[in-house]
């Protein structure tokens, strides 16, 4: 009997352990991505990559089902300088991208609906714009470099927090993050900039941002009433830090 017990103990650790580590599919809830598709299963679904997927041209994945996550497990959307690498158009909503890199398309992230989540994402080398998120949406981590025109774009009330943007912008309307209104942009590190490097419009807190190195152009540029505390902003070509406006709360910048 001891035996026994001890044949059983062992098999349910082994099976245990294979379960742990064997990827999770369709049958708990979680779908695979290997190709370029539209993602139209209900709402609440979750996807993971398994594996870098190439875009034969144009837009890569198309959400249109509310509140899906895609879990890219490090793995990239790779564009050729056309179309959307995850795009999701209003009203769908709270759309969450994780954990990976997109790279080479037009747009590489364009959310256009409330309440998106994205975040520890790359997006680099976009020919247009690296991400663009609807109303209420949080960026979080990401790293935003090399995109042409627009590094990172979110609308009303959203929050851009803990980011690393760089070398975005190829002329004087270039921005490399825009935060909408009512927004909160805390912690970032924008550098190397074309035209300017973070813009916020009124309403917003913009607290503890580093910008340096905007050339041409603008290291800071907010639409008062605003709050903007503890911001070092420096080595900008034509302003370092442009209040528009009246009624902003300003103390404790960096900026020469």
């Given at each position: 009997?001891?035996?026994?017990?001890?044949?059983?103990?062992?098999?349910?650790?082994?099976?245990?352990?294979?379960?742990?580590?064997?990827?999770?599919?369709?049958?708990?809830?979680?779908?695979?991505?290997?190709?370029?598709?539209?993602?139209?299963?209900?709402?609440?679904?979750?996807?993971?990559?398994?594996?870098d997927i190439q875009s034969p041209?144009?837009?890569?994945?198309?959400?249109?089902?509310?509140?899906?996550?895609?879990?890219?497990?490090?793995?990239?959307?790779?564009?050729?300088?056309?179309?959307?690498?995850?795009?999701a158009a209003a009203p769908v909503?709270?759309?969450?991208?994780?954990?990976?890199?997109?790279?080479?398309?037009?747009?590489?992230?364009?959310?256009?609906?409330?309440?998106?989540?994205?975040?520890?994402?790359?997006?680099?080398?976009?020919?247009?714009?690296?991400?663009?998120?609807?109303?209420?949406?949080?960026?979080?981590?990401?790293?935003?470099?090399?995109?042409?025109?627009?590094?990172?774009?979110?609308?009303?009330?959203?929050?851009?927090?803990?980011?690393?943007?760089?070398?975005?912008?190829?002329?004087?309307?270039?921005?490399?993050?825009?935060?909408?209104?009512?927004?909160?942009?805390?912690?970032?590190?924008?550098?190397?900039?074309?035209?300017?490097?973070?813009?916020?419009?009124?309403?917003?807190?913009?607290?503890?941002?580093?910008?340096?190195?905007?050339?041409?152009?603008?290291?800071?540029?907010?639409?008062?009433?605003?709050?903007?505390?503890?911001?070092?902003?420096?080595?900008?070509?034509?302003?370092?830090?442009?209040?528009?406006?009246?009624?902003?709360?300003?103390?404790?910048?960096?900026?020469?």
């Amino acid at each position: 009997m001891k035996q026994v017990g001890r044949k059983i103990r062992c098999t349910i650790a082994f099976v245990s352990a294979l379960m742990s580590s064997s990827p999770v599919w369709a049958g708990d809830s979680l779908l695979p991505i290997d190709h370029c598709q539209v993602i139209n299963v209900g709402d609440q679904s979750s996807y993971v990559l398994v594996k870098d997927i190439q875009s034969p041209g144009g837009t890569c994945l198309t959400v249109t089902a509310n509140h899906v996550s895609i879990d890219m497990r490090g793995f990239a959307l790779k564009g050729n300088g056309v179309g959307v690498g995850i795009v999701a158009a209003a009203p769908v909503q709270g759309v969450s991208i994780r954990n990976g890199t997109v790279k080479g398309f037009e747009t590489g992230i364009s959310l256009a609906g409330p309440g998106n989540i994205v975040q520890n994402m790359h997006v680099d080398n976009n020919a247009d714009t690296g991400m663009f998120l609807g109303t209420s949406s949080l960026v979080e981590n990401v790293v935003a470099q090399g995109n042409q025109k627009l590094g990172i774009v979110v609308t009303t009330a959203s929050t851009v927090k803990d980011s690393i943007l760089r070398f975005n912008g190829n002329n004087p309307a270039s921005v490399g993050l825009s935060a909408g209104p009512g927004s909160t942009v805390t912690g970032n590190t924008i550098w190397g900039s074309i035209g300017t490097g973070l813009f916020a419009s009124a309403g917003s807190t913009v607290i503890g941002n580093t910008v340096l190195e905007t050339n041409p152009g603008i290291g800071v540029s907010v639409i008062c009433p605003s709050n903007v505390k503890n911001n070092t902003t420096t080595t900008s070509t034509q302003a370092n830090l442009v209040l528009t406006g009246d009624g902003c709360n300003v103390f404790d910048n960096v900026a020469p």
